[in-house]
């Protein structure tokens, strides 16, 4: 008798670095955390999220408004890559590239559990309608004016 396929989920079976193109960027959740100006405590190491979004976040989709070309305006922009997400330690705590890495499974919300991209939105995890532009400040460090340490919680459970 032939063996069963494998019918558990790709991100269940392989390894970060094993995944395909198309499966890497479908672990995204959408939830816009990432985009987020961050600030680092130059003494605690600390860092400090805000509800400041990179010039090319659109907040009512919650997504990069250029994603494929967002180095050419955003140089400083982070690839995220299945070698550099260890040293990455500002990524949130719910972040499906995250808990893959740490051995830990994708939440309940996410939309390749529910098969719905507006699940992320509906579980309150995302950031959709509550960030600022950082091209809306006058000066950079402004974006510390809006700092949200609330961001930082693991919001896995949703």
Not at 15 to 31: F, K
Not at 105 to 134: C, F, K, M, N, Y
Request: aromatic content about 6%.
């Amino acid at each position: 008798m032939p063996a069963k396929p494998n019918t558990r989920p790709f991100w269940e079976v392989k390894r970060l670095e094993q995944m395909t193109v198309r499966e890497w960027e479908s672990l995204c959740d959408g939830c816009g955390l990432c985009c987020l100006v961050r600030f680092e405590d130059e003494d605690s190491g600390e860092v400090i999220p805000t509800r400041v979004a990179c010039r090319l976040f659109d907040d009512g989709a919650c997504r990069c408004r250029d994603y494929a070309n967002r180095k050419q305006y955003v140089p400083d922009c982070i690839k995220l890559t299945p070698h550099n997400i260890e040293a990455l330690e500002w990524m949130p705590l719910s972040c499906a590239y995250r808990r893959l890495h740490e051995g830990k499974p994708l939440p309940v919300w996410h939309p390749l559990i529910t098969g719905d991209p507006e699940s992320v939105h509906a579980a309150g995890v995302s950031v959709r309608g509550q960030t600022i532009s950082e091209d809306t400040l006058d000066d950079p460090d402004d974006a510390l004016d809006f700092e949200a340490p609330d961001l930082m919680r693991d919001r896995s459970d949703g």
